[in-house]
């Protein structure tokens, strides 16, 4: 029996592995790989390193508490746990064989993407990591470091600066550089790239790298246009932890991933499909189907395949999340689509839009920006998050462009709230924190003052 194993047929353990050290990390997920070792939960907090893992891990029970965790099945090697941003978090159970085959794929398009002619097939490959191991795109990171034979340049616990990430990049020594990052500390980037000299630290760090990977959530059009200009190698990475992260890059998937739409959804089978979700059964089966022998994921997320003109490709188009919905006065809206809609405004590529409480609808479309970039150029006292309603910004010429533009998607997908906050709040992973924001608007909306 393998340190690994659990001492009952086809289960193994599963430990804490504190994610803020990536080397325990790795030394941990080494360990679940060659079957010696327990399976790997990173945690944004102190857990269980690896050199104590095993010893830790003694009890059968299917709690989450103190060093062991509930039993996984033997081909299970990491486990992660989502942000739960719209929905409460599952643990997503990852396979040897799916995080490998996502890792080799992504080379392979790498290469195919980038690649020179003439240069020789084996090269060295190495990463930067500025995301956090506890999410997948950062547990991919430390996978796909492995699989090169290198050890990622860690860009630490300190807050995201493009000047940071510039010293960071200057450590890479391999010939081929990769780094994934969120639309967020892209946009950082590119603000710090183009204020600075020409040639500057930062646009001169970033252009080094051979593939610039992007996910995590929807990249505004404006940041990719930006990033072209300066000559930077984006992929805009479409997948989730249950896809051990990205499965299409650019909107067409990896080699062996499959996607279809059904009813409007899409959905993705291949060798990267995670194993399912820990110790619920029932989210599984809702979320897993079986089509004629192939295992299919049903994402929830809406879209449609269309032809990529400039390569003559079928390439996925995204429109959103299908159960971030609301019905106001019994018509269906799709806040995802409304976002997306304001995003593509000058100006407003961070706004997020959620639900809002109505007395009159049920609910409603509420537009949340940041103070710098509805009034940029107006600097506005700083006491909290203010409330206007569509009354109230009926004369104001960019309430309106928003109401126009969301018109689109339906009379009732136009805002009918406006909410300027001083700052956005985000995850660990770079994507909004939509349920504080929920929480935000429903106090203002609650409270009966324009301000708090």
């Not at 994610?19 to 325990?24: K, V």
């Not at 020409?198 to 995590?216: K, S």
């Not at 000559?231 to 992260?245: A, D, P, R």
């Amino acid at each position: 029996m393998t340190a690994g194993s659990s001492g009952a047929a086809g289960l193994r353990r599963l430990v804490r592995v504190d994610a803020r050290d990536p080397a325990a990390v790795t030394a941990a997920l080494e360990g679940a790989l060659d079957g010696e070792g327990p399976a790997v939960l990173p945690t944004a907090g102190p857990g269980v390193t690896a050199d104590t893992s095993a010893a830790a891990s003694t009890s059968d029970s299917g709690g989450s508490d103190g060093g062991a965790l509930q039993r996984v099945p033997t081909d299970v090697v990491l486990v992660i746990e989502t942000s739960g941003s719209t929905a409460e978090p599952k643990r997503v159970m990852l396979t040897e064989r799916a995080l490998r085959a996502s890792a080799a794929a992504t080379y392979a398009r790498f290469d195919e993407l980038f690649g020179a002619p003439g240069q020789p097939a084996e090269v060295t490959r190495q990463w930067l990591l500025t995301l956090p191991a506890s999410y997948v795109a950062g547990a991919q990171v430390l996978m796909r470091s492995m699989l090169a034979g290198t050890e990622p340049v860690v860009l630490g616990d300190e807050h995201f600066t493009a000047e940071g990430f510039a010293r960071a990049a200057g450590e890479l020594t391999a010939e081929r550089r990769y780094v994934s990052l969120v639309p967020a500390q892209l946009s950082r980037l590119l603000d710090a790239a183009e204020t600075e000299a020409a040639a500057g630290p930062v646009a001169g760090a970033v252009a080094r790298f051979d593939a610039i990977l992007v996910g995590g959530q929807a990249l505004p059009p404006s940041l990719r246009s930006r990033a072209r200009d300066l000559g930077w190698n984006l992929v805009t990475s479409y997948g989730s932890s249950e896809t051990s992260g990205g499965s299409l890059y650019n909107g067409e998937p990896l080699d062996g991933v499959k996607v279809r739409i059904r009813d409007g959804e899409v959905q993705l089978a291949g060798p990267v499909l995670c194993a399912g979700y820990l110790g619920d059964p029932r989210r599984t089966a809702e979320a897993f189907v079986e089509d004629d022998g192939e295992r299919w994921y049903r994402t929830s997320d809406g879209g449609r395949l269309e032809i990529d003109e400039a390569t003559g490709r079928e390439r996925l188009v995204v429109t959103g999340r299908l159960d971030n919905v609301i019905v106001s006065g019994g018509e269906k809206v799709l806040l995802d689509r409304v976002e997306g809609i304001v995003r593509r405004l000058p100006g407003l590529e961070g706004a997020v839009v959620v639900a809002a409480p109505s007395e009159q609808w049920g609910q409603v479309p509420a537009l949340v920006v940041e103070a710098s970039a509805w009034a940029p150029d107006t600097p506005l006292p700083d006491v909290g998050a203010t409330l206007l309603d569509a009354r109230a910004l009926a004369d104001e010429g960019r309430w309106r462009s928003v109401r126009e533009a969301t018109a689109a998607a339906g009379r009732a997908a136009r805002p009918a709230l406006l909410v300027i906050a001083p700052s956005i709040p985000h995850l660990p992973s770079g994507k909004p924190d939509r349920r504080s924001l929920e929480d935000l608007v429903a106090r203002l909306s609650h409270g009966g003052a324009d301000e708090v």
